[in-house]
């Protein structure tokens, strides 16, 4: 994965190269093994407002059970690095103050990079090509505009009062520590975060049926999609034969294959 990066980065002429994966929060120990200097941005969210913004992507899931849960993983994963990684190697940043306040928070985002601040970071959408991936996908359609200052606090007018419930019950955790403030009430109920398995299979069900809704909907407008599609079986091919090769070395050492 990395090597990938490190062709492209020398190949345009880079210094250095990012990866803005949210899954990367997962990788943490393997990437310092392999760059012991890199630096990580805790880019995080109010978990309602992605909720909102999950149902229309393909790249969530879209129940905002699914969608706290998994928010709440990666969040106990960034807080616990955040007290653990050194300052000059972590940095928490808020979508919120981001948009609100666009150019101090990406000079102290250079600052934290050791970058040279330039005013173009705050036209990133005036390029071409934030114009052509905008063209490319509707997830995407967000990087051919400039920051989005009423892009917050959504779920007020957006969500139920019952899923704005349940998101706080399942995150209330890293609600309180990241200082998100609760709209249903200052505690929220604990037994929604724990739904029995009739509840769990109908959050399951209505997960599938947006699925389904939102994938009909690229496959008709988005101009990326027989791409992606032909990367998610790439992606599975490779995993197949991943696991494959390590039952063939499996047995090779147990001495069932010659």
């Given at each position: 994965?990395?090597?990938?990066?490190?062709?492209?980065?020398?190949?345009?002429?880079?210094?250095?190269?990012?990866?803005?994966?949210?899954?990367?929060?997962?990788?943490?120990?393997?990437?310092?093994?392999?760059?012991?200097?890199?630096?990580?941005?805790?880019?995080?969210?109010?978990?309602?407002?992605?909720?909102?913004?999950?149902r229309r992507s393909v790249f969530n899931h879209f129940?905002?059970?699914?969608?706290?849960?998994?928010?709440?993983?990666?969040?106990?994963?960034?807080?616990?690095?955040?007290?653990?990684?050194?300052?000059?190697?972590?940095?928490?940043?808020?979508?919120?103050?981001?948009?609100?306040?666009?150019?101090?928070?990406?000079?102290?985002?250079?600052?934290?990079?050791?970058?040279?601040?330039?005013?173009?970071?705050?036209?990133?959408?005036?390029?071409?090509?934030?114009?052509?991936?905008?063209?490319?996908?509707?997830?995407?359609?967000?990087?051919?505009?400039?920051?989005?200052?009423?892009?917050?606090?959504?779920?007020?007018?957006?969500?139920?009062?019952?899923?704005?419930?349940?998101?706080?019950?399942?995150?209330?955790?890293?609600?309180?520590?990241?200082?998100?403030?609760?709209?249903?009430?200052?505690?929220?109920?604990?037994?929604?975060?724990?739904?029995?398995?009739?509840?769990?299979?109908?959050?399951?069900?209505?997960?599938?049926?947006?699925?389904?809704?939102?994938?009909?909907?690229?496959?008709?407008?988005?101009?990326?999609?027989?791409?992606?599609?032909?990367?998610?079986?790439?992606?599975?091919?490779?995993?197949?034969?991943?696991?494959?090769?390590r039952v063939v070395a499996a047995c090779r050492a147990?001495?069932?294959?010659?």
């Open positions: 994965y990395a090597a990938v990066h490190e062709l492209y980065r020398r190949q345009r002429g880079k210094a250095r190269w990012g990866c803005k994966s949210t899954f990367m929060i997962h990788e943490v120990a393997a990437v310092l093994t392999a760059f012991p200097n890199a630096q990580f941005i805790h880019l995080v969210r109010d978990p309602r407002d992605v909720a909102v913004s999950a129940h905002p059970y699914f969608v706290a849960r998994l928010w709440t993983i990666e969040q106990e994963k960034a807080l616990d690095l955040e007290a653990t990684l050194t300052p000059a190697s972590f940095l928490r940043l808020h979508y919120e103050d981001l948009i609100a306040e666009p150019e101090a928070r990406i000079r102290a985002l250079c600052e934290f990079l050791g970058e040279e601040f330039e005013p173009g970071m705050l036209s990133f959408f005036d390029t071409d090509e934030a114009r052509r991936s905008a063209s490319l996908c509707g997830d995407w359609r967000n990087t051919g505009r400039g920051f989005m200052q009423d892009n917050a606090r959504k779920f007020v007018r957006e969500l139920k009062p019952g899923e704005i419930a349940l998101i706080e019950a399942v995150g209330e955790k890293p609600m309180r520590a990241l200082g998100y403030p609760f709209w249903s009430g200052s505690s929220p109920r604990p037994d929604l975060a724990r739904p029995d398995s009739l509840r769990m299979l109908g959050y399951l069900l209505e997960d599938y049926r947006q699925k389904a809704q939102v994938e009909w909907a690229s496959f008709r407008r988005d101009r990326n999609y027989r791409l992606r599609v032909r990367k998610w079986a790439f992606l599975a091919w490779l995993r197949a034969r991943g696991r494959w090769n147990s001495g069932g294959l010659r």
